[in-house]
C-alpha cells in the first residue's frame, strides 16, 4: 500500500502515505503525559529498525508534523490534528469490523490499520452514524469526532494505580493481539468488574474476576485502565456482546 496517497480532514492538512500516517497514530497513541516518544518505543510498536524511525521523524519534522529532537517525538498541532483524524478512521474501522462483521478482538486492529488508509471523512462519518454514533472503539479507547476533539468517557486510571481489595471496572485494555488473547481468556475486557486481590512483589496483579482468580503481568496491567466500582457486587459484570470480541495491534507500516 505504499503508492497510495491517503487523505486527511481538513483543506488545510497534508496529504501522506500510509507509513507517514502509522508513525502519526503511533507517536499520538504511545505518548504519556505530553512526553516525548522515544525512537526505541516507537520501533518497537511499528516493528521497524531504530534507523528507519530516526529517517521518518526527520521527514515528518521538514512537514511541521512533528518536533524532534534526542529525547524523542512529539506531535505539532498541525501534526496532532492530523492524528486525530487518522485515529478517528481507524478506530471506527474496528468498531464496522467488530460490530457489523463480527470479527473477533484479535483480528480486528491488523485489518483495520489497511482500512484505515482508504476511508475519506464522508465515509467515515456515514460509518459512524450507520453505527449509532459509538463513543469507544471495542477496547475502550475514546473516538475523535470529525473536528478532532475527543470525548471524556469518565475519571479513569491504570490498574497498576489500583490498591488491593479494591473493586473497578475495566474501561480499556491494551491493543497487542498477544495481549489481547491473553486478557480474552482470563475475560478482562472492557465492561467487566475486577476485584483487585494481590499487587505481587515483581509488578504482577491479582484479579478477582468472577469466581476466578487470575493474574495479569506488570506490562500488561498498566495498560490496562480502570474507574473505581462503587457498587457492592460479587459477580462480574460481563459486557453485552455485540458482534464478537475486540482488538488493536499495529501491524508494520508500508
Given at each position: 500500500m505504499s503508492h497510495l496517497i491517503c487523505h486527511a480532514g481538513g483543506a488545510n492538512l497534508p496529504q501522506l502515505t500510509p507509513s507517514e500516517e502509522e508513525y502519526l497514530e503511533a507517536i499520538f497513541t504511545l505518548r504519556e503525559k505530553n512526553e516525548s516518544v522515544k525512537v526505541k518505543k516507537l520501533a518497537k510498536d511499528l516493528k521497524v529498525k531504530d534507523p528507519s524511525v530516526v529517517e521518518m521523524l526527520r521527514k515528518l519534522k521538514v512537514e511541521g508534523l512533528v518536533k524532534y529532537d534526542r529525547n524523542g517525538a512529539k506531535l505539532t498541532a498541525k501534526g496532532e490534528k492530523y492524528a486525530l483524524n487518522v485515529v478517528r478512521r481507524h478506530e471506527l474501522a474496528e468498531r464496522l469490523l467488530t460490530d457489523v462483521f463480527g470479527?473477533?478482538?484479535?483480528?480486528?486492529h491488523e485489518m483495520a490499520c489497511k482500512f484505515e488508509h482508504v476511508l475519506d471523512d464522508e465515509l467515515t462519518q456515514n460509518i459512524e452514524k450507520m453505527l449509532g454514533n459509538p463513543k469507544t472503539c471495542p477496547h475502550?479507547?475514546?473516538?475523535?469526532?470529525?473536528?478532532?476533539?475527543t470525548q471524556k468517557i469518565m475519571q479513569q486510571k491504570s490498574l497498576t494505580e489500583s490498591e488491593k481489595g479494591e473493586r473497578c471496572m475495566v474501561l480499556k485494555i491494551p491493543e497487542e493481539r498477544e495481549a489481547v488473547q491473553r486478557l480474552l481468556a482470563l475475560n478482562v475486557i472492557p465492561g467487566v468488574e475486577v476485584?483487585?486481590?494481590?499487587?505481587?512483589?515483581?509488578?504482577?496483579?491479582?484479579?478477582?474476576?468472577?469466581?476466578?482468580?487470575?493474574a495479569v503481568s506488570h506490562e500488561i496491567a498498566a495498560q490496562i485502565k480502570i474507574r473505581e466500582s462503587h457498587e457492592k457486587q460479587t459477580k462480574t459484570i460481563a459486557p453485552r456482546p455485540r458482534g464478537g470480541a475486540r482488538h488493536r495491534?499495529?501491524?508494520?507500516?508500508?
Amino acid at each position: 500500500m505504499s503508492h497510495l496517497i491517503c487523505h486527511a480532514g481538513g483543506a488545510n492538512l497534508p496529504q501522506l502515505t500510509p507509513s507517514e500516517e502509522e508513525y502519526l497514530e503511533a507517536i499520538f497513541t504511545l505518548r504519556e503525559k505530553n512526553e516525548s516518544v522515544k525512537v526505541k518505543k516507537l520501533a518497537k510498536d511499528l516493528k521497524v529498525k531504530d534507523p528507519s524511525v530516526v529517517e521518518m521523524l526527520r521527514k515528518l519534522k521538514v512537514e511541521g508534523l512533528v518536533k524532534y529532537d534526542r529525547n524523542g517525538a512529539k506531535l505539532t498541532a498541525k501534526g496532532e490534528k492530523y492524528a486525530l483524524n487518522v485515529v478517528r478512521r481507524h478506530e471506527l474501522a474496528e468498531r464496522l469490523l467488530t460490530d457489523v462483521f463480527g470479527y473477533p478482538l484479535p483480528k480486528v486492529h491488523e485489518m483495520a490499520c489497511k482500512f484505515e488508509h482508504v476511508l475519506d471523512d464522508e465515509l467515515t462519518q456515514n460509518i459512524e452514524k450507520m453505527l449509532g454514533n459509538p463513543k469507544t472503539c471495542p477496547h475502550g479507547s475514546p473516538i475523535p469526532k470529525p473536528r478532532g476533539e475527543t470525548q471524556k468517557i469518565m475519571q479513569q486510571k491504570s490498574l497498576t494505580e489500583s490498591e488491593k481489595g479494591e473493586r473497578c471496572m475495566v474501561l480499556k485494555i491494551p491493543e497487542e493481539r498477544e495481549a489481547v488473547q491473553r486478557l480474552l481468556a482470563l475475560n478482562v475486557i472492557p465492561g467487566v468488574e475486577v476485584k483487585i486481590m494481590e499487587k505481587l512483589p515483581r509488578g504482577a496483579i491479582v484479579l478477582l474476576c468472577g469466581n476466578t482468580k487470575v493474574a495479569v503481568s506488570h506490562e500488561i496491567a498498566a495498560q490496562i485502565k480502570i474507574r473505581e466500582s462503587h457498587e457492592k457486587q460479587t459477580k462480574t459484570i460481563a459486557p453485552r456482546p455485540r458482534g464478537g470480541a475486540r482488538h488493536r495491534h499495529r501491524g508494520p507500516p508500508r
